[in-house]
């Protein structure tokens, strides 16, 4: 459906065998994120559901888009990935340029748009902040109309995008910034690649062992 819902309760099943993973949403039974729209890649059935909160403003944000990324590759046939926009080196009401840029394509290429997201990622690592113009060079190396993207800018529609995202991560009590949720669950700080893989795995056994119960 358009919202993916976890019971709070239901997530932790006698405590938490996920390691700096905590239930989505401070004080709430059930966390609520708005998906309809957003870019995604994966079955719609997968057993594992991440969505993936990133700006490339900071080096927390390679360090989740880069595992989520990599263990979608990995595992695709098993996970279902989204992305929303989640600008926070500047106030949600000015959005950097790399943020607008990577919501036109989202808008005007969607094709494209988790090509985009993977050139942007290689192009921040080992960087801890990825500059405005580093950005506009990758993605003009790649074939994208930098200059037509921009210009694009000007109807307010990739701002709008970006702040409905910052709002629906706030309503569902999630903090600003880059974040990465795992079939509802909070990942406290950048797992890594293989701690991401094995939290997915994990993940995947809990859902067979769920069913096999018949819950």
Do not use: M
């Amino acid at each position: 459906g358009a919202l993916l819902r976890q019971s709070a309760s239901g997530l932790r099943l006698g405590g938490s065998p996920f390691p700096g993973v905590e239930p989505a949403g401070e004080g709430r039974s059930s966390a609520a994120v708005e998906l309809r729209g957003a870019p995604a890649q994966g079955p719609r059935v997968a057993p594992v559901t991440l969505i993936l909160a990133a700006n490339f403003d900071s080096y927390r944000s390679y360090s989740f888009t880069a595992a989520a990324r990599e263990v979608f590759r990995r595992r695709g046939e098993r996970v279902r990935l989204l992305f929303k926009h989640a600008p926070s080196s500047v106030g949600p009401a000015t959005p950097s340029e790399t943020a607008l840029l990577l919501a036109q394509i989202q808008r005007v290429a969607p094709a494209r748009f988790w090509a985009a997201v993977d050139l942007l990622c290689e192009t921040q690592a080992q960087k801890v902040h990825l500059s405005v113009p580093e950005a506009r060079v990758a993605l003009a190396g790649a074939g994208f109309d930098v200059a037509a993207l921009r210009a694009g800018l000007a109807d307010g529609k990739a701002w709008q995008q970006v702040a409905e995202d910052l709002r629906q991560l706030r309503e569902a009590n999630l903090p600003q910034g880059p974040l990465l949720l795992l079939n509802g669950r909070l990942l406290a700080s950048p797992p890594g690649i293989r701690g991401l893989e094995e939290l997915v795995q994990q993940e995947e056994e809990r859902g067979l062992l769920a069913r096999l119960r018949g819950d």
